[in-house]
């Protein structure tokens, strides 16, 4: 009875010890996207649209949070952040990069100046993207699984007074959102760069910091940037803005085949989608902030191709200064006359 007893004993403190000393079977991999932009953003919808995509494809095997608004990191810091192993996954525009990948800045060069979306695609989508994606994963050590995400063309936009032409621009202290190129067109053009990040633009406007913005139609909408004072647009097609995904390669290494195949399948969804959905936002954006007394001048072919031309006297200074290979740059300006871009 007494060895009956004591073996009860042990087999029910084993059952215990199991208990508390057994690890889950499963444990979801944590999946963290980080993005600077507002929750309405055409590029955070985005965002959301794969990580729908992704759901349906790995169910609970990834733990997928969205963190927007800057909540984790600013666009800017994500090369280090990714790098450190603070967040998985983040979109990051091209105009953030230049700093630690300089070929990021080809698009925002001064051959690109006035060039509308339709014919950046057709750049961008060949050749030309396929090696930029390749610098990116060996300089950043990160994976890029699919085509880039869309903002759309970036303009002037103003609060104290209208912006008529390029003259208008001579003296002005213009945010810009980062990016060596982006500066040194803003100076070539006559005004002072100002870099503000994207959060931090509502205060600067309503503290008086700056007075022009270099951002989109779709930016100043869904961040109500008109109620913080801005109330002319100058439509000169800085450039087409777009974000490119970045997954940290270590996390990406050691994911499965099941699961990578799934995050390149999702992407494309969301990636095409995002396309389309941003050229609609940029024109409702356009058409919402007219309605609400936003006054536009619209830039013609023909100025900003004498712009274009202009800005193209910087070029060779900034390939050198930022040391980007020439044959990018020799490659970049065939495929940009061949689309009919005047250069």
Same mark, same amino acid.
């Not at 992704?54 to 600013?74: A, H, T």
């Not at 103003?158 to 213009?174: C, H, M, P, Q, T």
């Not at 536009?296 to 004498?306: G, L, M, Y």
């Given at each position: 009875m007494k060895n009956?007893?004591?073996m009860m004993l042990a087999c029910a403190?084993?059952? *215990?010890?199991?208990? $508390?000393?057994?690890?889950p079977v499963y444990s979801a991999e944590k999946m963290r996207i980080s993005l600077d932009t507002n929750p309405t953003h055409v590029r955070n919808r985005g965002v959301a649209l794969f990580a729908d995509q992704?759901?349906?494809? *790995? !169910?609970?095997?990834? &733990?997928? #949070?969205?963190? %927007?608004?800057?909540?984790? $990191?600013?666009d800017r810091d994500i090369p280090k952040a990714l790098r450190q192993g603070a967040v998985e996954m983040a979109v990051p525009g091209t105009w953030q990069l230049d700093g630690v990948a300089p070929i990021a800045a080809l698009q925002s060069m001064p051959m690109f100046y006035g060039v509308e979306g339709p014919t950046v695609h057709k750049v961008m989508d060949g050749a030309l993207g396929e090696l930029m994606n390749k610098r990116f994963e060996e300089k950043l050590r990160v994976k890029v %699984?699919?085509?880039?995400?869309?903002?759309?063309?970036?303009?002037? $936009? @103003?609060? &104290?007074?209208?912006?008529?032409?390029?003259?208008?621009?001579? !003296? =002005?202290?213009?945010?810009?959102? !980062?990016?060596?190129?982006n500066a040194a067109r803003m100076t070539a053009l006559g005004?002072?760069?100002?870099?503000?990040?994207? %959060? &931090?633009?509502?205060?600067?406007?309503?503290?008086?910091? *700056?007075?022009?913005?270099?951002?989109?139609? #779709?930016?100043?909408?869904?961040?109500?940037?008109?109620?913080?004072?801005?109330?002319?647009? $100058?439509e000169d097609t800085q450039y087409f803005g777009q974000y490119v995904p970045m997954i940290r390669k270590s996390w990406w290494d050691k994911q499965s085949k099941d699961i990578q195949k799934a995050i390149l399948e999702a992407w494309d969804i969301a990636a095409t989608a995002e396309r389309a959905n941003a050229a609609d936002?940029? @024109?409702?954006?356009?058409?919402?902030?007219?309605?609400?007394?936003?006054?536009? *001048?619209?830039?013609?072919?023909? &100025? =900003?191709?004498?712009? =274009?031309?202009?800005?193209?006297?910087?070029? %060779? !200074?900034?390939?050198?200064?930022?040391?980007? #290979?020439k044959d990018v740059i020799d490659s970049a300006m065939k495929t940009l006359k061949a689309a009919g871009v005047e250069l």
């Open positions: 009956r007893r004591s403190a084993a059952l *215990v010890a199991s208990t $508390f000393s057994a690890t992704l759901k349906k494809r *790995v !169910g609970d095997k990834l &733990d997928i #949070e969205i963190y %927007p608004s800057g909540q984790l $990191f600013r %699984p699919g085509k880039w995400f869309d903002l759309g063309a970036q303009h002037f $936009f @103003a609060s &104290d007074a209208a912006v008529n032409s390029y003259e208008d621009l001579k !003296g =002005r202290k213009i945010r810009y959102p !980062g990016g060596t190129t005004g002072t760069p100002i870099l503000i990040p994207f %959060p &931090d633009l509502p205060g600067a406007l309503n503290q008086g910091v *700056v007075a022009t913005v270099a951002t989109t139609y #779709e930016s100043v909408w869904t961040s109500k940037l008109h109620e913080a004072g801005l109330k002319y647009s $100058f936002a940029q @024109a409702a954006a356009r058409a919402n902030l007219i309605k609400a007394g936003m006054k536009a *001048v619209n830039v013609s072919a023909a &100025d =900003r191709t004498k712009a =274009r031309k202009l800005l193209m006297q910087t070029q %060779p !200074g900034l390939v050198d200064k930022l040391k980007i #290979e």
